[in-house]
């Protein structure tokens, strides 16, 4: 077995783009899909992931029908994406407890449950984190490793080496809250963007130019705390004072948003959001969007770039 070795339990969406990843940086790579009818189109999915970050070598990836048949020995990192139900991630925590190495970490990539509720009962609970990605996962760098009550430091510290050296970009979220770090931030942003659209005050369209071509465009740049180092905080004292208290502070979706879930308008899923989208429409605009993040990823700098030291 290679010395570098991953598992990844379940074979959606996220959990390929995931398994591209390791695939990517030379990882050996084993993916847990427990329907074997799907196993060609799993292996054709993740060999195109991998592509578009690096190169594919057919021979790291393994398929296994279930955890009790992967190959243990070696393996220094075992990462869930399975559906988000807490019954059905205890089950597959469990397993992984029982199975995985005592030296092997284990992370969840839900996206809304804590790992202290997923890892409860665990023997081993000290080595399970939450590891949430963002999709698609292989194109977003982020990942963000949040400690739960029971996950000791050095799992946070080899999660976060791991995915490092992975060309990840990780944080870490030293409390186990809904949202983590960076769906909280976001979902403040969607609260006032559906707010915006509710009181008339401008367009979806406008809201999405408004983001993209606006501070959207500048924290590709930088985020949000160094473009007020380069601002002033004094001058971001001044505007949150007359801003703050007109901004949206519910504590339930809108009427937009509602308005939008009740009529079955979910998005490309369903084809039709605040758009109509055909099949042709939605592939050209996926296509473009993960070109763009290509791109972008190519002009970061790393991580550790704008600290100031």
Not at 18 to 45: H, K, M, P
Not at 104 to 123: F, K, M
Not at 185 to 195: K, P, V
């Amino acid at each position: 077995m290679n010395e570098k070795s991953a598992v990844i339990v379940g074979s959606g969406l996220m959990g390929r783009d995931i398994a591209a990843i390791f695939l990517a940086a030379g990882w050996a790579t084993q993916v847990i899909e427990r329907n074997a009818s799907r196993w060609a189109d799993v292996r054709r999915s993740i060999a195109a992931a991998t592509a578009q970050i690096g190169h594919f070598d057919d021979s790291l990836l393994t398929l296994r029908g279930s955890i009790p048949e992967v190959e243990w020995a070696g393996v220094r990192v075992a990462l869930e994406s399975v559906r988000e139900d807490l019954g059905v991630k205890r089950t597959v925590f469990a397993e992984l407890d029982a199975h995985a190495p005592a030296d092997t970490v284990l992370g969840s990539n839900s996206s809304s449950l804590r790992i202290t509720d997923i890892a409860a009962g665990c023997a081993g609970s000290a080595r399970m984190a939450n590891t949430h990605f963002f999709q698609p996962a292989h194109l977003v760098p982020l990942v963000e490793i949040a400690k739960g009550e029971s996950t000791s430091d050095s799992t946070v510290d080899t999660l976060h080496a791991i995915f490092a050296s992975l060309g990840r970009a990780p944080v870490r979220v030293n409390r186990d809250v809904p949202g983590f770090l960076a769906n909280r931030i976001q979902h403040a942003l969607m609260r006032e963007a559906f707010a915006v659209i509710d009181s008339g005050l401008a367009t979806a369209e406008d809201v999405d130019i408004a983001v993209k071509f606006g501070f959207g465009f500048r924290y590709v740049a930088a985020g949000p705390m160094l473009l007020k180092e380069f601002a002033g905080f004094d001058t971001q004292h001044a505007a949150a004072t007359v801003i703050y208290p007109s901004l949206s502070n519910t504590t339930k979706p809108g009427t937009t948003l509602s308005g939008l879930v009740a009529e079955g308008r979910f998005g490309m899923k369903v084809q039709k959001g605040f758009r109509d989208w055909t099949p042709e429409s939605i592939e050209r605009e996926r296509t473009r969007y993960e070109a763009t993040l290509m791109k972008a990823a190519a002009l970061l700098e790393s991580p550790d770039a704008g600290t100031g030291s």
